[in-house]
């Protein structure tokens, strides 16, 4: 059957499949940054994110975190499970950058005594504010689904910070959604890629990210490529082993 589009975001396409159950996301070249004031485009943007989020979420399974991921269908789509998505943008923070940084008055760089957790309503409309469990609560997420939510971010966090480490990068901070199946099951979701995450060169401190396009620094396209050759590299040397 034809394909039917559900859904348009800012990076992504998502269509229905003959299986009700699942989804295709196909990632695409645009870029957005502050909640789509800013747009732009660069060739293999889509391909860097489909595939590191195919490749990270494969990794994350085998280190028994649930997540949406199927498989992927090709270099800029993957399959996943439908969800119910939460109202909840998790954000877990290592070191000082962005709005953390000038939320605390903090110099950008500096590291943080443990990790931070931020939970933000996914509202564009409202530029998805920053919020604590009280104001969850008046919107009727539940207590349990915060703390999977927090618990799911550190442990995320856990697991991939050595795993970056080992590529020669500091995972600054990262974005992560959360959704539950139809069997009630809550789990990983959307993405992990340069969009969602602030990577930095470990020897060097180059940015590896969307920051890249925000402040207008160049070089995106080759910062993009350079983070998926990192990840898809060491994955297909480590299958070898």
């Known amino acids: 059957m034809p394909e039917e589009m559900l859904y348009e975001g800012k990076a992504k396409r998502v269509f229905a499949t003959d299986d009700e159950g699942v989804l295709l996301h196909r990632y695409k070249d645009d870029a957005t940054a502050f909640n789509a004031k800013k747009r732009g485009s660069w060739e293999g943007k889509g391909k860097t994110n489909a595939t590191m989020s195919a490749a990270l979420f494969e990794y994350l399974e085998t280190q028994g975190v649930p997540t949406h991921f199927v498989d992927q269908v090709d270099d800029v789509t993957i399959r ?30 500096r590291k943080l005594k443990a990790p931070i ?28 689904d915060l703390a999977f939510c927090e618990e799911l971010g ?20 990262f974005k992560i959604e959360v959704g539950r199946d139809k069997d009630g099951n809550l ?18 401190g180059e940015k590896l990210d969307k920051d890249r396009f925000r ?5 995106v396209e080759e910062a993009y490529a350079e983070m998926l050759r990192r990840v898809t590299e060491i994955k297909e040397r480590g299958a070898v082993d």
């Open 80 to 109: 996943t499970k439908k969800l119910e998505m939460l109202p909840v943008e998790v954000i877990v923070r290592n070191i000082a950058a962005g709005s953390l940084a000038r939320l605390l008055g903090f110099e950008e760089g």
């Open 117 to 144: 957790v931020e939970l933000c309503y996914k509202d564009d409309d409202l530029d998805d504010p920053m919020l604590n469990w009280y104001h969850f609560r008046e919107l009727g997420v539940a207590d349990e």
């Open 154 to 173: 550190l442990r995320v966090n856990e697991i991939l910070v050595p795993f970056f480490d080992e590529k020669g990068v500091i995972l600054v901070d």
């Open 187 to 204: 789990m990983l979701a959307d993405e992990i890629s340069p969009d969602t995450c602030r990577f930095w060169d470990k020897e060097t």
């Open 215 to 219: 402040r207008d620094m160049g070089g």
